[in-house]
């Protein structure tokens, strides 16, 4: 395929994966990585040492250990919320630009009500309601993202079928399962695909927003509950920078990795940004 | 009579919103306004006209590829906006389209051997080794080596895919090829090469040809029977062998450029001169030079001046 080729060739589409591999390894292999159990209590607040490379937190827990966890947790999230928002994004976007009419009116006007709806406080008040816990976070978050997936893939759609090769498919007895296998599909994936990495990155910073204000689940260790913990247990004012900054760092750079990625899926996907890009 | 097209009318209503409607009224285009022919087999009917006149609306009506608001196309006599799927699946596959601008009627993600399967793969003709074999026979006739077939259409010259293009039409072996504006977009030469060769396919599979352009040459090279068409009505329909010296209507005689247009006011190009010219009366009134009185409230009608020709002119006494 030569979308997969020019992913490969573009060198900061390569830093991008290389550094995701390397989270998504370290939270697939986590028990083997981490030095400590991270349940386990130690002395409280020790500074970074070589039995502890991060030090200690309030409870005397091995922050090393904790942040290649929150790894799994934080990917987790990300991931299974991007599913949830993108599957509902791409069927409803699909549905509005190739059936049109009363379904499009209907489904783009519901579209909108949720896009114009601020995301956080939303997210807040439903994640009150719904009460803690990794999967109705994910469910929180899958529900809020998917508007701008279904525009986007609506407008797509609607040029894809106007387009000749589609009236000429139709014109040579295609029925609409076929235009949509054939050429509807073809043609928006490479756009899911960019929106469904991109969407990850906001579903981990939705994530790491919640749990740092306190609504995540307490007993999911992801790295915005140890920035949270950080902050409400005296990491700040004590100044132990080894406890905040290495949870901020992690998702900063997979949110860095996963928009280089889906950048070099949109330019991979477009003909003509590809040739600017190249000369 | 395998083709045959009867008061046929498509309008288009161009809708504003309703805020903006308070200063325009919606437009009504009369994209294709009453048309009548009938194409007999084996022939090729020539359509005419310059842009704007509702050709490619009429190639689209008739293929069913957009709804008409009047009058009725007849295949083999049966009513090709009366039928259900499966008739009209049967119809398309007699009946190919081959389109201007084979640039974007190529799909950009196929390669050649994606885009030429693709009609065999719809109608569920032969197994895989039948339609390679197809496919691999038809390359040959449109004088393409078999390496095309791994090319993408960005990968392929103009002539190349407006080739390409009409293979996969031919593939399905129809009657009946609508060719709308099949060599516009391509320098002459290659203009000459792939008329050629759609003469040639022709004679080879029986076909019957309707081609539109707006390239008089063109047109009267290939047709046997030639009708012009301006904004949306058949204006003049005669023989192609003697077309133009029998050609007598004065759009018509303004185009073979023995007649002069009278200069009209200066109106916008293409489907908006419907919006103002197609009310009442001969659409040509105001840039006749023979226009009489009644030319501008009485819109002539289409009838035989003499065997096998027929003008739409009031100016014009039949024979």
């Known amino acids: ?279 | 009579m395998i083709l045959e097209v009867r008061h046929l009318s498509t309008h288009y209503l161009v809708r504003h919103n309703p805020l903006a409607r308070f200063g325009h009224r919606d437009h009504l285009i009369r994209a294709v306004d009453d048309v009548s022919f009938a194409v007999t087999a084996g022939e090729v009917f020539g359509i005419i006209g310059e842009s704007g006149s509702g050709k490619t609306t009429l190639a689209r009506t008739m293929l069913r590829l957009c709804d008409s608001t009047a009058g009725d196309v007849l295949h083999r006599g049966r009513s090709v906006f009366a039928m259900n799927s499966s008739e009209l699946k049967q119809y398309r596959h007699s009946v190919q389209p081959v389109f201007q601008d084979a640039d974007s009627t190529l799909d950009p993600r196929q390669h050649v051997g994606a885009i030429l399967e693709e009609p065999l793969l719809i109608h569920g003709i032969g197994d895989a080794a039948t339609r390679r074999q197809y496919i691999g026979g038809m390359l040959e006739q449109i004088n393409l080596s078999p390496s095309f077939l791994q090319r993408h259409p960005s990968e392929l010259s103009g002539g190349q895919r407006q080739r390409v293009a009409l293979a996969r039409s031919l593939l399905l072996n129809p009657e009946v090829l609508i060719a709308d504006e099949p060599t516009s977009g391509l320098d002459p030469l290659v203009t000459t090469q792939v008329l050629a060769l759609m003469l040639r396919l022709k004679q080879d599979h029986g076909l019957t040809l309707i081609l539109i352009s707006h390239d008089l040459e063109t047109v009267a090279y290939a047709s046997d029977r030639i009708a012009v068409m301006y904004r949306g009505r058949i204006v003049e329909l005669s023989g192609g062998e003697d077309f133009a010296q029998r050609a007598s209507h004065p759009y018509t005689r303004f185009l073979l450029g023995v007649e002069r247009r009278v200069p009209e006011i200066p109106v916008l190009e293409g489907v908006h001169e419907h919006i103002h010219g197609a009310e009442d009366g001969c659409a040509y009134a105001n840039s006749c030079p023979h226009h009489l009185h009644v030319c501008h409230s009485i819109s002539p009608e289409l009838r035989e001046t003499s065997q096998g020709h027929l003008i739409a002119c009031h100016a014009i006494a039949p024979e």
Request: one cysteine or more.
């Open chain 1, 1 to 279: 395929m030569r979308l997969a080729s020019h992913v490969k060739t573009n060198r900061l589409a390569m830093v991008g994966m290389i550094i995701l591999w390397v989270f998504i390894l370290g939270a697939v292999f986590a028990q083997l990585l981490m030095p400590h159990d991270p349940w386990r209590h130690f002395v409280p607040f020790m500074s970074p040492s070589v039995t502890h490379v991060l030090g200690t937190d309030d409870v005397g827990r091995d922050i090393f250990s904790e942040l290649i966890l929150g790894a799994r947790v934080s990917l987790t999230v990300g991931f299974m919320a991007g599913l949830i928002a993108v599957g509902i994004g791409v069927l409803v976007g699909l549905l509005a630009g190739f059936r049109r009419g009363y379904l499009d009116e209907i489904l783009m006007g519901l579209t909108d009500v949720v896009l114009v709806i601020p995301a956080l406080p939303l997210v807040i008040l439903v994640s009150v309601y719904l009460g803690p816990g990794i999967w109705y976070t994910i469910l929180v978050i899958g529900l809020v993202f998917w508007p701008s997936t279904a525009r986007v893939i609506r407008s797509q759609v609607l040029s894809v079928r106007q387009s000749g090769y589609v009236e000429s498919a139709r014109a040579l007895g295609a029925g609409d399962g076929w235009l949509m296998r054939r050429h509807v599909l073809p043609n928006v994936l490479p756009l899911i695909l960019a929106k469904f990495v991109l969407t990850v990155a906001a579903a981990m910073l939705m994530e790491a927003s919640l749990s740092f204000l306190g609504l995540g689940d307490p007993m999911a260790k992801s790295w915005g509950m140890m920035l949270h913990y950080a902050f409400a247990r005296g990491g700040f004012i004590r100044e132990m920078w080894w406890w905040y900054v290495p949870p901020g760092v992690c998702i900063s750079l997979c949110i860095l990795s996963l928009t280089l990625i889906s950048f070099s899926i949109e330019e991979g996907s477009d003909p003509r940004l590809r040739r600017a890009l190249d000369r």
